[in-house]
């Protein structure tokens, strides 16, 4: 498997945990099939093009940006106030324990 397939498939599982989404949350988002993204973060099948860039276009507009590249070797997660906006309200559904 190349380098790029195995980290693609560990971008998309990160961004989809920070989310909270399950595999067919990020899959129906998407527009994909939820064994499509199984397989990928399975590091199966080497995505298309067109279905690496929904998935990581789904993330974005969630608010969590893939920042390919890092000085180190690796990548980053950026959390952007979209991502924010969507934890508050997650946060502020939730009963509060007394």
């Given amino acids: 498997m190349q ?3 195995l ?3 560990v971008q998309i599982k990160a961004g989809r945990t920070l989310l909270g989404w399950s595999q067919a949350d990020l899959a129906e988002r998407a527009g994909v099939a939820r064994p499509t993204v199984a ?3 399975l590091q199966t099948m080497q995505p298309r093009l067109d279905t690496a ?3 990581k276009q789904v993330l974005r507009d969630a ?3 893939i920042v ?3 000085e180190k070797g690796g990548f980053s997660l950026v959390v952007t106030s979209a991502f924010v ?3 508050v309200s997650t ?3 939730e009963p509060i324990a007394t």
């Fill in 3 to 5: 380098k790029d397939v």
């Fill in 7 to 9: 980290l693609f498939s």
């Fill in 39 to 41: 397989r990928i973060e």
């Fill in 53 to 55: 860039s929904k998935l």
């Fill in 63 to 65: 608010g969590v940006e």
């Fill in 68 to 70: 390919d590249h890092n």
């Fill in 85 to 87: 906006d969507h934890l």
């Fill in 91 to 93: 946060v502020n559904k």
